[in-house]
Structures are given as structure tokens and as C-alpha cells.
């Protein structure tokens, strides 16, 4: 009996990933276009991290600029450095962002909400001045030269150095990090995250080890941000401090709001308006701002839920089971 | 002597010149500074600058024939945004972007123009890595080098005081803290026994500076250096903070960093600094250059502004890379980088002009001091 809804939901699914594989071509197909869909993928993916924390923990986390720029950088000095492969470069970019996690995780283990943000905020700054300071991390220069992308899988060799090569890598990016979201939000972690969140007494009496689970969720979204910054260091073929920066950090918390929190396509929502708006319908710097902080201002007093709870209940629900 | 049908003839034919080239299909040039935020108004300035440079080139017959059209874009003084412009440029199908107020924007526009083969000439930014980075092989920049601005500002110092106590005021990004290794690599070379008292960072947007300022009053300096190139808003504030708390040791800004507006924006706080730069509209070398007055003259009637260093460097960036185009006919790239990089371009508003196989164009200094809010050249 449910064989059938499942089987619809699979293709629909498949056919709403080639869909959007060939948005671009849609859209006129021109540099721009892969370019900017190609950075809301890449965003999106650095969002989906903050978003784990955000909807599933219920904490707002401000250090996850430091997990994406932890994978630019280990990116960056594997392959400029050390002239080590996307490959060694990608696991390295996720070993740090680990490494680095369990450090934070640990120290915020104790805390909650206000103090957490503070921390995680205070970590961000820390690694901001560490990267701006320390010669193996390039300095205030940052490092330059990073090589086109080029992976290897058995005798397939990709190569990407121009918007519409990109693509690809960042397309698939989005998907895994969709897929990875969507596995944890149903497996035990994700489980017992939300009941850590929503009720951590009845999480304790049912056996529920908070602080562990804590820990857990973030090593599962350090590396989802990591592996955005692993391939916005290739598309971009420099990093910088600029990579702390508080753009990056608005970008992904209003990704994650604007849409609404836990919905498996809102991150990415969020930052294809972003991101969107910015580069087909910029009103000017100080135009998008106001834009920006007028939509903000009205989604959480008039729609906390985000924009997706003004959609009619069924595509709402259906966002939700995806 | 010219017969009168010759007379007219020529004249029909530079007349027809212009409108020939206007008819052709335009050549885009890319320009992306900052519009908005703290280096906003400068980088509103070089764009004006930089359009009256194509007026003056499309009044003349343009480019191969064909007019220049403009296509400016704000990178926000942040280096993602500039990614993104810079890719929009280039997909718009740019012969050549201008770019480069911040360091870290250039450097990371740097290679996306460069995989996207369009020409990239850097006006102003200064950092070390922008002429060596393997990303970008064909750099050109037209502003001075943080090296030789360094070994001016050591003769300086040099020049007034054999020894004593220094304290840097560093704006903590590539552009600042190569100027001060630039500066104390200098001075270690002249054989100067300085001590360097304090060395206070502070990131670009910073404009309050009471604490940095209290400490530079505890360390009793016999000079200070300022390295900050937020001209919109962070040093016309450190100069008036700077002024209230009658620090008193002589302030030497980095070379390049006090433009008119900032003299104009801290008033009465900027009298007194020192600093050093390369291009004084009034000045000569630059009074009796032709171009250069025909430059001012333009930016005077569509803008009613008399043109600082920056604009200047806006406007003869747009400059060099005409008459390279013009040298080997082409847009390419790689030609026209040829033309310029290790070569002398003749006949700008900066005069004849030389850049080295790097990429780097050759400058002369002067210093200058600020007296009744007015800039006064030295030598």
C-alpha cells in the first residue's frame, strides 16, 4: 500500500534534482547565472550547517564562519603549500573543521543560549585574529594561487575553473548536504537532538546523554560548513580573513530564518533570495540593505515561522517530508 | 600650407572620427570600487574620474575606432561581493576591468579575472602579493609599492631624526601590516637606531581611537606613524582624536593615505601631519603636463573637481590601457599586458610614464606637510 507514495516520492525527487541541475541553462545559461547559482549552492551548503545547530539544537551558533574558513584554509594550504589533490585537500578541510569542533563543542558543552552565542562568537574572533596573524596561515595576506578544481574519480577526471564547470561541484555539494541533513534529521542523533531541545527533562528520564548529543551535532555540522568553504577556496582560488567576516555570518543566519528553521529546502531558500536579489536585482549596497533588514524586521514580527509558512499547508507539509 | 578643400577636409574627417567611433559597436570597460560604506565617497570619486577619462578618449576617436562604455560596480570594500562583480563583468564580456581600492578585494578578483582571461589593471590597491601572486601572471598596478613608499617615508625620518621612539598605528590587513614590515625593513637598512615603542592594530572599518590614542600618549613617542587608508572615515577620525589628546609628537601618515577629503573631512585636526604622495595636480611636474590639464579641465566641467591622487590613478589607468590597445591593436590580453608590463607608455596625465616587468608603474615623491587645512609640497 505505501509502496506507491514512496516510489512517487523517490522519482519526484530525482526529477526535481535534474531539474535544478539544468536551472541554469533555464535562466539564460550565461557566466553570470552559473556563477551566482552556483555561489547559493556553495552558500547554501555553508547555511545548512549553522542550520543543524540552529533548528535542531535550538542555539544560535556564531562560530560556524570559523568552520567554513577552517575548510577554505585547509583547502588552500594543502594544495598551494603542500601541492596536495581536491581530494586530500577535501579531507583535510573536514579533519580540521572536526579538530576544531571538538574544541569548541567542549568548551560550549556547559553552556546555553545567550552565553553560548557569546562563546561561539568570542571563538570566531579568536580564529579571525589567529588567521590574520599567524605566517602558515598567510597572514594578513591570506594565500593566493590556489589551482582550478580537479578531481579524479578512477579514470574520470574533472576540472573546474570557470562559473559553468563549477557548477557541477557545487550542485552536487547542495545534494549530498541535502541528503546528509535529511538522513540526520531521522536518524537517533537528530532524534534525540530535537528532544534535547524542545525537552531536555524529558530527554534526561529517557536516558539522554544532552551534553554527548550536543557534542555530536556539532561534529556533524562542522563538517557540512567546512566542505563549503573547501570549495568556495577553488572557486574563489584565495582566502582571507575576510572569510570570518560578519557577511558571511548574516548570510547564514538569515538564510536560515528567512525560509523557516527546520524545513529541509529552507536554508537554501533563504540564501537563493539572498544571494538572488543581490546579484539579478540590486538596488545598490546601502538598496539591499534596507531590502534586507525590511524583510528581516517583517518575517520575525509577522511571520516568525519564516516565509515558507505563508505558502498554502500542503507544499508546506510536503517541504517538511522531503 | 594647407589649400582650403585640404583645410576642410581635415576637418570633415576628425569631426567624422568621433562619430565613426561612436557608431561602432562599443569596447565595456569593467570598473569596480567601492560606492558605499566607509570608502564610498573615494571610490565614487575614481569612477567620475575614470568616466571623464573615457569621454576624453571617445571625444578623441576612441579605441580602435570604437567608443569605451563604462560599466561600474560597487564591491562594497568586501572582498566576496567583488568575487561576485567581477564574475558579473566578465560575463558581460569586458575587454578589461579597473579595480582595487581594498587590498583583500583585489586579491581575490585577481584570479577569477584572470581564469576568465580579461585584462585586470589595478589602480590603487597596494599590497605586495597582488604583483606576485601566481594567480594573476599579467598584473599591472598603477599606484605606488608599499617598498618604495617605505624607503620614502625611512629618508624622512632619516632626514629629520637619527634616533628615537616610534609608535606604528597599523590598520591590521595586508595593505597595513606590509607597509610596516615595508617601513621597518627600511629603517633596519639605512642603520637608523629607532626603538619601536608600540605597534597598535586596528581593523579597517575602526573609528573610534580614544584608547589607542590614550596609549600612544603613555608611550611618549618622538614620532608616529599612521598607516590607515580608511580616507572616509577612519583616519579624519584618529586625526581628530589624535588632536584633542595634544599627543604632541609629530604624526607621519603612510605615503598616498591623505587625500583632500580627508583634510577636508578632519578640518583643522589634519594641520600639521606629515605624509608623502605622488601626484599634486598643481604641483609640477604635473601644472605644466598637457594631458593632465586637459584631465582637470574635463573633471572640472563634468564634475566641477579638482582631481586627487586617486582619481588621478583612476583615470590613468583607463589612460595606459588605451594607448596600449591602440600600441598593439588588439584587446587581448595577453598583448596588451605585453604592451605595458616592462614598458614605457608616453604622453599620460602622469607624464611618460614606466612599468616594470612586473607590473609596477615607476613614481617620483614629494613630501608634504598640512598647514591652514592646505596641502603644502616640500620638495
Not at chain 1, 556547559?110 to 580564529?127: D, G, H, I, Q
Not at chain 1, 536518524?187 to 550536543?214: E, F, I, K, T, Y
Not at chain 2, 567611433?21 to 565614487?44: D, E, F, N, T, Y
Not at chain 2, 598605528?169 to 615603542?197: C, F, M, P, W
Request: glycine share 10%; proline share 5%; charged share 15%.
Amino acid at each position: 500500500m505505501n509502496a506507491h507514495p514512496t516510489y512517487f516520492r523517490i522519482l519526484g525527487t530525482v526529477a526535481l534534482a535534474l531539474l535544478g541541475f539544468f536551472l541554469p541553462r533555464f535562466l539564460g545559461g550565461s557566466s553570470h547565472v552559473y556563477d551566482t547559482l552556483g555561489t547559493i549552492a556553495s552558500f547554501s551548503a555553508m547555511s545548512y550547517g549553522l542550520d543543524i545547530i540552529l533548528s535542531d539544537l535550538g542555539e544560535i551558533s556564531l562560530a560556524h564562519t570559523a568552520f567554513f574558513a577552517t575548510g577554505a584554509y585547509a583547502s588552500a594550504i594543502l594544495s598551494v603549500d603542500y601541492g596536495q589533490g581536491a581530494w586530500v585537500a577535501m579531507a583535510g578541510a573536514v579533519l580540521a573543521a572536526l579538530a576544531l569542533a571538538l574544541v569548541l563543542g567542549l568548551i560550549t558543552l556547559r553552556t546555553r543560549e545567550f552565553a553560548f552565542s557569546l562563546v561561539t562568537y568570542a571563538a570566531a574572533v579568536v580564529c579571525m585574529n589567529i588567521a590574520a596573524n599567524w605566517d602558515f596561515l598567510g597572514g594578513s595576506d591570506g594565500i593566493v594561487g590556489i589551482p582550478p578544481l580537479a578531481l579524479t574519480i578512477g579514470p574520470l577526471s574533472f576540472a573546474a575553473s570557470q562559473p559553468p564547470q563549477f557548477w557541477p561541484f557545487a550542485y552536487g555539494l547542495l545534494l549530498l548536504t541535502l541528503y546528509v541533513v535529511h538522513r540526520f534529521r531521522r536518524s537517533r542523533l537528530g532524534q534525540a537532538a530535537l528532544m534535547v531541545h524542545m525537552n531536555p527533562r524529558l530527554a534526561s528520564m529517557c536516558g539522554v546523554d544532552g551534553n554527548r548529543v550536543r557534542l555530536l551535532v556539532f561534529l556533524v555540522s562542522a563538517p557540512i560548513s567546512a566542505l563549503a568553504g573547501w570549495l568556495y577556496a577553488f572557486q574563489r582560488a584565495y582566502v582571507g580573513t575576510d572569510l570570518f567576516d560578519t557577511y558571511f555570518l548574516v548570510l547564514m543566519l538569515t538564510g536560515v530564518i528567512l525560509a523557516g528553521r527546520r524545513l529541509l529546502l529552507g536554508p537554501l531558500l533563504g540564501t537563493a533570495l539572498l544571494v538572488g536579489q543581490k546579484s539579478f536585482f540590486s538596488l545598490g549596497a546601502y538598496g539591499d540593505k534596507l531590502v534586507l533588514g525590511a524583510v528581516l524586521v517583517g518575517v520575525l514580527c509577522f511571520c516568525p515561522k519564516g516565509l515558507a509558512s505563508l505558502w498554502p499547508r500542503a507544499p508546506g507539509r510536503a517541504l517538511r517530508q522531503m | 600650407m594647407f589649400t582650403r578643400r585640404q583645410l576642410m577636409a581635415g576637418v570633415a574627417l576628425s569631426a567624422a572620427v568621433p562619430m565613426r567611433a561612436r557608431a561602432a559597436a562599443p569596447i565595456k570597460v569593467g570598473l569596480i570600487v567601492p560606492l558605499s560604506g566607509g570608502a564610498g565617497r573615494q571610490g565614487q570619486d575614481v569612477a567620475n574620474a575614470v568616466q571623464s577619462m573615457a569621454t576624453l578618449i571617445n571625444d578623441a576617436g576612441g579605441v580602435l575606432g570604437r567608443p569605451l562604455e563604462l560599466l561600474v560596480r560597487d564591491d562594497e570594500s568586501t572582498p566576496a561581493i567583488g568575487v561576485a562583480k567581477a564574475n558579473e563583468l566578465a560575463s558581460a564580456g569586458v575587454a578589461v576591468v579597473l579595480e582595487g581600492w581594498n587590498s583583500p578585494v583585489t586579491l581575490a578578483m585577481q584570479p577569477i579575472l584572470a581564469r576568465a582571461d580579461v585584462l585586470d589593471i589595478t589602480m590603487i590597491s597596494k599590497a605586495d602579493p597582488i604583483l606576485a601572486s601566481a594567480a594573476n601572471p599579467l598584473a599591472i598596478r598603477l599606484n605606488s609599492a608599499n617598498a618604495e613608499d617605505a624607503t620614502v617615508i625611512a629618508s624622512y625620518l632619516k632626514s629629520r631624526m637619527a634616533s628615537g621612539r616610534l609608535v606604528f598605528v597599523t590598520e591590521n590587513d595586508a595593505y597595513g601590516n606590509g607597509a610596516q614590515h615595508g617601513i621597518e625593513e627600511e629603517i633596519k637598512r639605512a642603520g637608523l637606531s629607532y626603538d619601536i615603542a608600540k605597534t597598535l592594530k586596528f581593523p579597517f572599518p575602526q573609528t573610534d581611537f580614544r584608547v589607542e590614542v590614550t596609549t600612544i600618549h603613555d608611550a611618549k613617542p618622538d614620532a608616529v606613524i599612521a598607516i590607515d587608508a580608511n580616507e572616509g572615515a577612519g583616519l579624519p577620525a584618529f586625526l581628530q582624536q589624535y588632536a584633542q589628546a595634544k599627543v604632541g609628537a609629530p604624526l607621519i601618515c603612510t605615503v598616498g593615505t591623505v587625500s583632500p577629503s580627508v583634510i577636508e573631512t578632519a578640518g583643522a585636526a589634519a594641520n600639521g601631519l606629515i605624509s608623502a604622495d605622488i601626484y599634486f595636480p598643481a604641483a609640477e611636474p604635473f601644472a605644466s603636463n598637457s594631458e593632465n590639464k586637459r584631465f582637470i579641465a574635463e573633471m572640472q566641467k563634468q564634475f566641477k573637481t579638482t582631481p586627487d591622487k586617486y582619481m588621478a590613478l583612476g583615470a590613468a589607468s583607463l589612460e595606459v590601457w588605451a594607448k596600449a590597445v591602440a600600441k598593439v591593436g588588439s584587446l587581448d590580453r595577453k598583448a596588451v599586458a605585453g604592451a605595458i608590463r616592462g614598458h614605457e607608455i608616453p604622453g599620460t596625465i602622469f607624464g611618460d610614464v614606466r612599468f616594470s616587468a612586473n607590473g609596477q608603474m615607476a613614481h617620483h615623491y614629494a613630501i608634504f606637510t598640512v598647514q591652514d587645512e592646505k596641502i603644502v609640497v616640500q620638495n
